[in-house]
């Protein structure tokens, strides 16, 4: 059987998967039955320079071309408005769709799924989350005998490789990210990555397979890594923790918490494992326990992987009588919970004299915030390169508590006459592995 | 749309997946519409205490009546001889097929694949590697646009928790086995898991998966762990090297690599993180790069996962006008290839007198093979806890060699009147990552 495949936009991953399907279309077909062959690529700029030669008789400026000659349209324009005319349009003509535009379908899939559901047609995502991962098949089907009940996530290779290189390298945050732009890993405005917000739109959708809701996006708390300080990093190492900008979807019963932020995980973790530009995905189930899935987050080639396979999934149901459809609805009445419970790292900045620990302990005590550990004051003094000054960090590490109480307690502490500037918090999450 | 499903064996795995069908089937339905029904259950003896109460009605001890009920028939007896035949007259008889059965399959699949082929019936075998990670999935669909070239695979929980106990707990190989034994990871008669048939019947699998082709099992080379001496999983742990029973399939255009054995694989590496029970297998294909996917490699509620998610996608199938298979036949001649090529760590008993290394050296250049380095003989001197005896140990790295090479060479060595006993030779593999 011919599936004929159209793709808009041929830059980074659209050129990969032109790659992938002309050089592997032997392999699919002996693997599947399928034979897929491209009808037509649209792109708006065909002469900048491509690491693969799309051929001429394929290229088009039209992207109404695309959608008139193929079976399954690829969007791979990125961005959100011209997008989602795309895919919309594509649906409207009949049309199967594949999108690696995590950005749109977070923030404004509710229409697109709406509108495939409508017209009995699939909405491939695979290449949206992770990469080369086949992370959103294995939620959907890989898992489907289980109640999803947690999913951790590293899900952004930039800011993943910016806290590696802080983490090995004892360089700043501004250095390292002067590195991963170096090195192409960050883009010139890096703000959707390292102000979590990337990571905030895949872990929207990883929740929309898992629990079968798309809670809407503004609900999602988001928290990035810019203001993170090498001492926290190095503090926390010493602790046995390994920072990572963590995106979190959990529930308990029918109250979800969505959230991304800098999370210490203990370093024995297999998340805590994942390092540079890596990207992994720990899913917990009611039946499965806790599975990971590892890989490249991002690429040419690896995200051309994830496309294709929603192609050939896409193609399989391409002319069998039952309807497929990947959507699911829990039925579940879902609450977002934003008020959080878990482990806090907390870093004041003091004078060094009796008495200050005890009046931040009070607060603490008066908003039920147990204290755990704090640091040794002079071996932070030291990794702090700041011995005999007369203003010194102090460091406490807290039992479970409730993230209302946690920022209650902290502004009541920040108003203390001996409490300088802003403190640090950074959450602890223990189970995540 | 009601699917039936009728379960023959009711063990660990069985109790689980009737558990599964029976907790679930109301979230199985929300995701994908599909009603699954238990037909019968049969076991021999339902006098045995199980986890999870099967109710009366589900009941039998006739596998027949399984059979005639079901569309789907699971197979969870485990074995080779009544397993095959009831697998064979399922198929027969027109039912799908799902088993966990890796020994039965890979040993002897071919006709069970051929039957269902003949027939247009699906055999889903999810369940028969890696517990509850849906590593058969992910190597068929969700990396379907690759070619794939690698698999490396910790697929062995007993051997694993194991070699994690004496690297970890610097207890000896019987220590280990015993507290696995007492902890119900191994068997009484552990020989499946710790000679390495286990891991060789799953690679077995994952390269009929990956490569397109059921290679005849007795091609597989396979070492277990049995002899592993706990110095030398700490002289590698000095080294930067964690001890694994490594399952590998390795393809260079069509020579093709099938061997366990324990191997030594760099620290850093993410395979060497998985510890304990854990399973991880991590496969490279020509797009997607490297992916690593882990996980309970075996227990009831993993397994069972396993088990649903086949029998999930075979319910989607059914009704469907399209027949679907999972199998595929690589058109590419493959030849097995036993001519491996890696590096090698040699440990001999030698006098401790000079000479005595330029005589293995020699040896060894004799082959074509490479020494990378000699560690120090002080520290392992002290490690094994023979200072300033008269026979000492003298271990070698070497670089890439053949194989054939190195078995030669041993040989030779083992003559040399210098050198006591029987050598210890480990692989090492540096690309697993």
Same mark, same amino acid.
């Given at each position: 059987?011919?599936?004929?495949?159209?793709?808009?936009?041929?830059?980074?991953?659209?050129?990969?998967?032109?790659?992938?399907?002309?050089?592997?279309?032997?392999?699919?077909?002996?693997?599947?039955?399928?034979?897929?062959?491209?009808?037509?690529?649209?792109?708006?700029?065909?002469?900048?320079?491509?690491?693969?030669?799309?051929?001429?008789?394929?290229?088009?400026?039209? +992207?109404? /071309?695309?959608?008139? %000659?193929? @079976? $399954?349209?690829?969007?791979?324009?990125?961005? =959100?408005?011209?997008?989602?005319?795309?895919?919309?349009?594509a649906l409207e003509r009949g049309k199967h769709v594949v999108t690696a535009n995590k950005h749109l379908l977070a923030e404004d899939g509710e229409e697109i799924f709406k509108k495939a559901k409508e017209k009995g047609l699939m909405?491939?995502?695979?290449?949206?989350?992770?990469?080369?991962?086949?992370?959103?098949?294995?939620?959907?089907?890989?898992?489907?005998?289980?109640?999803?009940?947690?999913?951790?996530?590293?899900?952004?290779?930039?800011?993943?490789?910016?806290?590696?290189?802080?983490?090995?390298?004892?360089?700043?945050?501004?250095?390292?990210?002067?590195?991963?732009?170096?090195?192409? +890993?960050? /883009?010139?405005?890096? %703000?959707? @990555? $390292?102000?979590?917000?990337?990571?905030?739109? =895949?872990?929207?959708?990883?929740?929309?397979?898992?629990?079968?809701?798309?809670?809407?996006?503004?609900?999602?708390?988001v928290e990035g890594i810019r203001n993170i300080d090498l001492l926290d990093v190095e503090l926390g190492k010493d602790l046995g923790y390994t920072l990572k900008l963590l995106a979190i979807a959990k529930r308990m019963d029918s109250e979800v918490e969505l959230r991304v932020h800098p999370t210490f995980i203990p370093s024995d973790n297999p998340l805590a494992k994942v390092s540079d530009v890596y990207n992994a995905v720990l899913v917990e189930g009611d039946f499965v326990g806790k599975t990971m899935f590892y890989g490249r987050g991002a690429g040419s080639k690896p995200t051309a992987s994830a496309v294709v396979s929603d192609i050939v999934d896409i193609a399989k149901s391409i002319g069998s009588c039952k309807s497929q459809s990947w959507l699911w609805e829990s039925k579940e009445g879902f609450r977002i919970n934003k008020n959080f419970y878990s482990r806090y790292y907390l870093r004041f900045d003091v004078p060094d004299r009796p008495g200050v620990l005890a009046k931040i302990a009070n607060v603490l005590a008066e908003y039920q915030i147990s204290i755990a550990s704090v640091l040794q004051k002079e071996k932070v003094c030291k990794m702090a390169g700041r011995e005999g000054q007369p203003i010194v960090p102090l460091v406490i590490l807290t039992h479970k508590a409730y993230e209302m109480d946690?920022?209650?307690?902290?502004?009541?502490?920040?108003?203390?006459?001996?409490?300088?500037?802003?403190?640090?918090?950074?959450?602890?999450?223990?189970?995540?592995?």
């Open positions: 059987m011919e599936v004929k495949v159209g793709i808009v936009g041929c830059g980074v991953v659209g050129t990969g998967t032109v790659a992938l399907l002309l050089e592997n279309a032997k392999v699919i077909e002996e693997k599947t039955g399928i034979k897929l062959s491209i009808s037509k690529v649209a792109d708006k700029d065909w002469s900048r320079p491509r690491e693969y030669e799309v051929p001429s008789t394929l290229r088009t400026t039209d +992207y109404r /071309e695309v959608i008139e %000659s193929s @079976d $399954i349209v690829v969007e791979l324009v990125g961005g =959100k408005d011209f997008a989602k005319r795309l895919l919309l349009e909405v491939g995502f695979e290449a949206s989350v992770g990469g080369g991962i086949p992370i959103i098949k294995a939620l959907r089907e890989g898992l489907v005998g289980n109640r999803v009940q947690n999913i951790y996530g590293i899900l952004n290779g930039t800011t993943n490789y910016i806290l590696t290189q802080m983490l090995e390298q004892d360089v700043s945050f501004d250095t390292a990210l002067k590195r991963a732009q170096e090195l192409g +890993y960050a /883009e010139a405005d890096p %703000s959707l @990555d $390292i102000d979590g917000w990337d990571s905030a739109h =895949k872990i929207t959708l990883l929740a929309f397979v898992g629990f079968g809701k798309l809670f809407p996006f503004e609900e999602v708390y946690m920022q209650r307690a902290i502004r009541e502490i920040q108003q203390l006459p001996v409490v300088e500037g802003k403190p640090v918090i950074i959450r602890v999450e223990e189970e995540a592995y």
